[in-house]
Every structure is written in C-alpha cells, then in structure tokens.
C-alpha cells in the first residue's frame, strides 16, 4: 500500500483491548497500522489478530493494509518480557525479533519495520541498520525506519552510512525539541515520511486556546483533527491512538477531505497555528 498523506493507528498501551481497537479503526476507514515487538507497551499479537478479523469482515487484502512494527533494544524492554535472546548479538536480537512480529502479525512481510531508538553507540546503530537491510533484501521488509532520533547530525550520519535509506522517521512532535524542524527539512529533502506521535498530547495548551478553538469551529473540525490537518498539510503524518470510535470516524473524515485536494488551511492559517503552536518557523 502507498504511504500518501495519511494518518496511522498507534497502537501503543491498548493492552488487551489491541485486537478490538483495530478491527474498529480499520473498519472506521484506517488502513495504516503501527505497533513494536515490545510487549512492555505493545500487543502486538492483538494487532494480528485485530487487521486479520477487520481483513475477513471487509473483504480486504494483505495489500490493502500498511502494517509497522519496531525492533525495540534491550534497555527498551520489560526484563521479563523480551520477545528474543537477551544474550544473543544485536544482529540476532533483531533477526529473532522478526520472526516474531511475523508471526504475531499473522503476515509474511511487513510494510515498514522501524528501529524503535538509535543505540547510544552510533556503529551498534549501524550495526542493526544493516541487520535490517538484509530483510529488505530478503522481501520480509519493504522499507526501513527509526524513531526517538532527535539529533540531526545522528539521523545524517545514519543516512550517509545507510545502502537502503529510512524511509521513515517517527518522532514526538513537541516544542522540547524545537518541533524537529532540521530534521523533518531533511526529511521533506530525502523524501523521508516524518510521522509524529504524541501530536495532540504535547500540543493541549495550544489546543485549547480560544484561537485555535475558533479556528476549527469555523472548519467545522474539533481542535484535535484541526491539529491532523495542520500536520497533513504540511506532508507529515500523524500517528492516531485514539479509543473512540466517534473519534476514529471524524479524525477518518478529516484525512478524506485532504486527501480529496480541499485546501482546510490557508497558508496565513497555517502561520498562525504554527505561532500557536511556539513553532520559530513553519517547515
């Protein structure tokens, strides 16, 4: 499946709850799921289980559908929950790690698996890029990506180094890191998919400004999906955990409308959401 302008189902912290929100987010119109091999704050299984059932009830295909997991290192796991051998190599670790986000996800290939953080040591993040190529390689694993990267001159080095370029860059988008400006310019340069979580978390005050407020009252959008079509807008897409399904179908209505050509924000808007924001610069 294409990776246009789009929003994804996060799916972190839903628990046991992970198989019925994405069936429900994918039969409200999500068709991008992503999750991590990290049962400390993933179910990954549930995310199976969830598209599978959503696929038979809808008449779907595996094509249909943009599946995404992570390969979390080991300071990223619950000590008693690591879905592979804690002794074995890094290139091991995510070899094992594999294989079981394949059979969790009940598929024989993913659409994109992210490397959950760079590893402190920059060749051991090196190391497990070039891990990861082998899958693409190998027709397990479309496109490759990394999150949690908030230093540029880390995300040019990984890029130099790499045969097989990110084709995702999964970050928090809040002002703690200056919005990622250099880095999402890098990414719109390379033709790189920024995607942002924590959008609507990190962002509450702003939300709930009267100007914001205003803003998407008279776009007949809440401030939340007012804040995804700021992110559509300016190419980014945002990851989406929400658990409601009132939710699920307007944040769906919204994505529609942008990607049917409407123009929600007009460049002057989109300047004063990002001052709103405490953005130094629209990018």
Known sequence: MTSRVHLVYGTA????????????????GFRHVDTACQPKHYNEPGVGQGWTKAASELGLKRTDLYLQTKFTSLNGQDPNRIPYDENASIEE????????????????????????????????TIKAWKTMET????????????SNIYNFANLEALFEEA????SVVQNRFYEDSNFDIEIRAFCREHA??????????????????PEIRALALSKRLTPQTLMYAFMMTLGHT????TTSEDHMIEDIEV?????????????????????????????
């Open 192 to 209: 790189i998919r920024y995607q942002s979580f924590w959008t609507l978390t990190a962002n509450r005050d702003a939300l709930a400004t």
């Open 13 to 28: 912290w839903k628990k046991d709850e992970t198989a019925r929100l994405v069936q429900m987010a994918i039969r409200n």
């Open 135 to 146: 899958f693409v390689d190998d027709g397990k694993v479309k496109a490759l990506g990394i």
């Open 255 to 283: 994505m529609k409308r942008i990607l049917s050509g409407e123009e929600i924000l007009s460049p002057s808007e989109m300047q004063t959401m990002s001052e709103i924001l405490g953005m130094s610069r629209l990018i």
């Open 163 to 166: 045969r097989i370029k990110p």
């Open 93 to 124: 670790q995510i070899k094992e790690s594999l294989q079981v986000s394949l059979n969790n996800l009940q598929t024989t290939y993913l659409d994109a698996l992210v490397l959950h953080s760079p590893y402190p040591a920059m060749e051991d």
């Open 238 to 241: 945002p990851l989406d955990g």
